[in-house]
């Protein structure tokens, strides 16, 4: 036995201690740090020597620092956290419509709707009462300007989900870039303590990315992530592909996948935020169709009947209602001469002979006006009524709202159970910290002191000499 | 399986718990500040329909409400100058019973002609009875009254109807030229009894008599009409109430908050909050090494 290859054996186990230590305050400061996955020394013993026929141990020896993580699990929370934003954005932005809408509120399309008809009632007991024509128009006034802010608010919300998709395109192609660049940088680090903290925020930028367009992840074995949306690579390795934002023909926004060949379409199969403000977007588009369809149809029907009929001063009928075909919601407003005269509501059936004007209280074309509100032909197969197809267009909304809750309130629980697996294999216990810390503090002072017992030895027999 | 605890995720976890704790804490009380269970329509999707079909024959139900009221009202009206008519006529028949008598001096009968002439303007202007600028017997034109001053019936042959329930209507505003010159004019017969008794002219006299008791009889039935109208109009407008009150108990049911439910569960959520609130300021201070 060699009390050299003893220093030599003590020393080593001081430097493992410091590396020890040294992971201990790296998992520590980094407790909190999202994204952040443990941090783990593998120690072995070094190889013996063998000597004057023993075996001589050498110490111990650092084998490895490893990353704690489960790669099914990391997959796994990636793509939960898309499918989570994905129904939050939905939510975010289907609130808004469902607010705007506000069900019970005066001023409402519904109130108002139901303020207009009963207007029209109540002017039947007394058709030549001015106050009664007053607020039939001021209620229908209301009525249109209810759609009109409903529509525009619609549309600009459409045109703001636009704007940002396109906007973020450049910073979700950073992303990409990032990433690839990340994996380059990995590959080139070999097994350090870096590679991992490396993994980790690429890990971080993954998920971000995530939250953002929704993606896959498949991580190899020498510590790359190839990233993939709807089946298709956008980042392998070190390469990657950027998204493009475009809209078709139709004005809809499309995001796609750039390829050498052209690009490839993955608006309908996106998660994420952008996923969720396409549905939030085709969700919008569906309800100002039916707004726009209403609109269409509640004029001319109105109109029609309208035009048949005659006002106090004894002419026929105007278009009450005005309405452009391009955006009939946002447009549909009172006649401006209606607004300006309720005498020129027509709705007596005939004029009085003697007279030249209606008699004050025939209201046949106001019986045909009201009786409209009856008429089931609403709706793409024609089996509403016009109130019960403006239900229709504030239930779709509300279900869709609620749906995008649950599904948010299902995702999140996954989330925190995935959370929790993940802390479990990643994350840092400072219990358990500490405990490393005293262990690698006791062998290092057990070294210290073997070194110090050897070199007291070896000076004993230095004095001999 | 051992779990391993990070002071990361449970601190994650409190404050996901609070903010859910807290978020549900305001829609309570949003539930007890409205008095409703209902604050946004995707809470209960299931129930906008419905929601808006109450709210729908609610107002209907109002408007009706207003319709047998309004009807009501103008019944009334004619109803009050159709009775007063008949006392018209009552007095019209008397006189012409008195003026058939042989007893009367022609004096007399020009003194009674006097009062008859009195009675027809009496009787024109309860032809005219109207109420709030609107005559009761100028049927659809009753915004300008129906006879004339040559007593010519100017309003309108169309009755007006007021819809006081879905299927019912009452008619409110009657054809006076119906009513006062039906199968007999009265105005044409006061006139052929001014003459008659001006002239002693017994024929004349005795054939007022007989027109006096159609007319009579005409406006007893249409006093018996509009009291049917008046009774349709009251029922409906207990039917609507009655409806109203259903209805309002209906959607009180299905949107309404209940108080005692929600406060209970806003204590509760309260103290699941404050407990939360303890358990995460705790949570810190739980490592070892705290006690290095």
Redesign the interface.
């Known amino acids: 036995m060699s009390l050299l290859t003893t220093l030599h054996a003590a020393r080593r186990g001081i430097t493992v201690a410091s590396e020890g230590i040294n992971i201990v305050g790296h998992n520590t400061a980094n407790a909190t740090t999202d994204g952040y996955s443990r941090r783990e020394m593998t120690v072995t013993t070094m190889y013996p020597l063998y000597r004057n026929g023993a075996w001589l141990g050498q110490g111990p020896n650092r084998a490895s620092f490893t990353r704690s993580a489960d790669s099914f699990v990391d997959q796994n929370m990636i793509s939960t956290a898309g499918s989570q934003q994905y129904s939050k954005e939905t939510f975010d932005v289907l609130k808004l419509v469902e607010s705007k809408l506000s069900d019970a509120t005066p001023g409402s399309i519904i109130e108002s709707y139901r303020e207009f008809t009963e207007s029209m009632r109540n002017l039947s007991n007394e058709p030549d009462d001015p106050n009664l024509r007053d607020l039939v128009v001021l209620y229908a006034n209301r009525f249109t300007n209810s759609i009109n802010e409903v529509a525009e608010f619609a549309t600009d919300i459409k045109d703001s989900l636009k704007t940002d998709m396109e906007t973020s395109m450049n910073h979700v192609n950073d992303k990409l870039a990032t990433i690839a660049n990340l994996n380059a940088r990995i590959l080139g680090t070999g097994g350090s303590i870096s590679a991992g903290d490396l993994q980790d925020q690429r890990d971080l930028v993954i998920r971000e990315l995530a939250e953002i367009t929704g993606v896959t992840v498949r991580f190899s074995p020498d510590g790359q992530a190839n990233v993939y949306m709807d089946g298709h690579v956008v980042v392998q390795n070190e390469n990657h592909r950027e998204l493009e934002y475009y809209e078709d023909a139709s004005g809809d926004p499309q995001i796609a996948v750039k390829t050498d060949a052209g690009r490839i379409t993955v608006t309908e199969v996106m998660q994420g935020r952008f996923g969720g403000r396409n549905d939030a977007y085709a969700k919008i588009n569906t309800m100002l169709d039916s707004l726009n369809n209403w609109a269409t149809q509640f004029v001319s029907d109105f109109n029609t009947v309208h035009q048949g009929g005659y006002d106090q001063n004894g002419n026929t009928g105007l278009d009450f209602f005005t309405i452009n075909s391009i955006s009939p919601a946002s447009s549909i407003t009172i006649d401006a001469g209606i607004l300006a005269d309720s005498s020129t509501i027509a709705v007596a059936g005939a004029l009085n002979a003697t007279t030249g004007f209606p008699d004050a209280g025939d209201r046949d074309v106001l019986d045909l006006l009201i009786a409209l509100e009856d008429s089931a032909s609403y709706g793409s197969t024609g089996a509403y009524t016009a109130r019960q197809e403006l239900t229709n267009i504030y239930s779709s909304i509300a279900t869709k709202v609620r749906e995008a809750q649950d599904n948010y309130d299902l995702q999140s629980m996954r989330m925190e159970d995935i959370n929790e697996l993940r802390a479990s294999i990643s994350g840092v216990n400072l219990d358990e910290e500490a405990v490393k810390l005293m262990e690698y503090q006791a062998s290092y002072e057990a070294a210290s002191r073997v070194i110090s017992v050897t070199n007291m030895l070896l000076g004993q027999l230095m004095d001999v000499v | 399986m ?8 449970r ?3 409190m404050s ?1 718990e609070n903010t859910e704790l807290a978020g549900e804490l305001q829609n309570v009380q949003k539930q007890i500040a409205t008095g409703k269970r209902i604050v ?4 209960e ?1 299931w129930t ?2 419905q ?3 109450l ?2 024959e609610t ?2 139900q ?2 009706f409400k ?2 047998s009221n ?1 009807a009501r009202t103008l019944l009334s009206q004619a109803e009050n100058g159709l009775s007063q008519s008949m006392n018209v006529m009552s007095r019209l028949k008397q006189l012409a019973v008195q003026g058939a008598n042989d007893t009367y001096t022609l004096t007399d009968l020009e003194d009674m002609a006097e009062e008859v002439g009195n009675l027809k303007e009496r009787l024109v202007n309860l032809a005219n009875t109207e109420f709030n600028g ?1 005559y009761v017997f100028a ?6 009254p129906p006879f004339d001053s040559s007593y010519t019936y ?1 309003g ?1 042959t ?1 009755e ?1 109807s ?2 006081v329930s879905s299927n019912a209507k009452v008619e409110a ?1 009657f054809d006076g030229s119906d009513v006062f010159q039906g199968s007999v004019d009265v105005f044409t017969a006061i006139d052929d009894f001014i003459a008659g008794l001006n002239s002693d002219d017994d024929a004349a006299i005795q054939t007022a008599i007989q027109e006096f008791d159609d007319v009579f009889s005409k406006m007893g039935n249409y006093i018996t009409r509009i009291g049917g109208e008046m009774n349709i109009a009251e029922d409906m407008f207990d039917v609507a109430n009655s409806i109203e009150i259903g209805l309002a108990e209906r959607l009180s049911a299905v949107e309404d908050v209940d108080a005692a439910e929600a406060l209970t569960r806003f204590s509760m959520l309260q103290n699941q909050y404050q407990i939360n609130l303890q358990l995460t300021s705790k949570t810190r201070g739980m ?3 705290e006690r ?1």
């Not at chain 2, 051992?2 to 995720?9: G, H, P």
């Not at chain 2, 049927?139 to 300008?144: F, I, N, V």
């Open positions: 051992l779990i391993r605890s990070t002071l990361f995720s601190l994650s976890y996901r946004n329509m995707s809470d999707p906008i329909s929601v808006h079909m709210r729908e107002s209907l109002s408007v207003g319709s309004l609107r049927g659809t034109a009753y915004d300008t100017v309108s169309t007006v007021i819809d505003g490592s070892l090494f290095m």
